[in-house]
């Protein structure tokens, strides 16, 4: 199984400050065929449900604020949130899906500093 | 409204047995592949398996650890994905949550991706003595 790991595990960071979360996997999800990754991040808020941010590493969900962007390629993957607000706070997950099983990274909790 | 809602959670004994169910409403449930993901406390999301669509034979899937004694099936006539769990152990604790799996269909063909874009909100089951 392809292990999803994240850095840090819980980040502080002040409003309209950027955060940044790390998902480092431990082998390429890139597909070499169509040169994709096959890479997602979600955003848990207690009491809610997951909510789909960023797919192919970097591809915004409809409705997701601009301020979310998702870069990396291979192995190594970044979430950054350009000027945090309130309501990003909450838990972050970065997951695979190149191989069976997919996997999750282990999450990041983002509060506010 | 488009969302998935989970029941069946509670608590069990272990070696016990429980049936975790989840209702889709607001899309095609029955085109879209079904997945269950869980929550251990203090623990990150772990797949648990997954049913196919029909198109696909109902094909299912595990996780090596949850194989054998974890049943995925569904009901498309009623927008419902069931969990079927025996011989539950205490490291089955956790919430539990359904997920749908990205479907995109277009010029005819319609594809999936193992990334999640709709979750249910969970429900917990604790087994313990």
């Known amino acids: 199984d392809i292990v999803m790991t994240q850095s840090p595990d819980s980040l502080a960071v002040s409003l309209g400050e950027r955060a940044t979360i790390n998902c480092k996997s431990s082998?390429?999800?890139?597909?070499?065929?169509?040169?994709?990754?096959?890479l997602a991040w979600y955003q848990h808020k207690p009491g809610q449900p997951l909510k789909l941010l960023i797919n192919?590493?970097?591809t915004r969900e409809s409705g997701v604020p601009d301020r979310f962007s998702g870069s990396g390629s291979g192995t190594d993957f970044t979430l950054t949130i350009s000027s945090l607000q309130a309501e990003d706070v909450a838990v972050y997950y970065c997951?695979?899906?190149?191989?069976?099983?997919?996997?999750f990274g282990q999450g990041t909790k983002l509060e506010i500093k | 409204e488009v969302q998935l809602v989970e029941s069946g959670g509670g608590l069990v004994q272990p070696g016990g047995s429980l049936r975790l169910s989840c209702a889709a409403s607001?899309?095609?449930?029955?085109?879209?592949?079904m997945d269950w993901v869980r929550q251990a406390p203090g623990k990150g999301l772990e797949w648990v398996g997954r049913?196919?669509?029909?198109?696909?034979?109902?094909?299912?899937e595990y996780a090596a650890s949850m194989e054998g004694r974890f049943t995925i099936s569904r009901d498309d006539l009623k927008n419902s994905l069931y969990l079927q769990m025996n011989s539950l152990k205490t490291e089955d604790t956790a919430v539990y949550f359904c997920?749908?799996?990205?479907?995109?269909?277009?010029?005819?063909?319609?594809?999936?991706?193992?990334?999640?874009?709709?979750w249910g909100r969970g429900t917990l089951v604790t087994v313990s003595s």
């Open positions: 997920a749908r799996e990205f479907l995109y269909c277009g010029g005819g063909t319609c594809y999936t991706r193992w990334y999640f874009d709709l």
């Open positions: 607001g899309f095609t449930f029955s085109d879209h592949y």
């Open positions: 049913t196919k669509n029909k198109a696909n034979s109902y094909t299912t």
């Open positions: 082998q390429s999800v890139l597909y070499s065929s169509n040169n994709k990754n096959y």
């Open positions: 192919w590493a970097s």
């Open positions: 997951q695979q899906y190149y191989s069976a099983p997919c996997t």
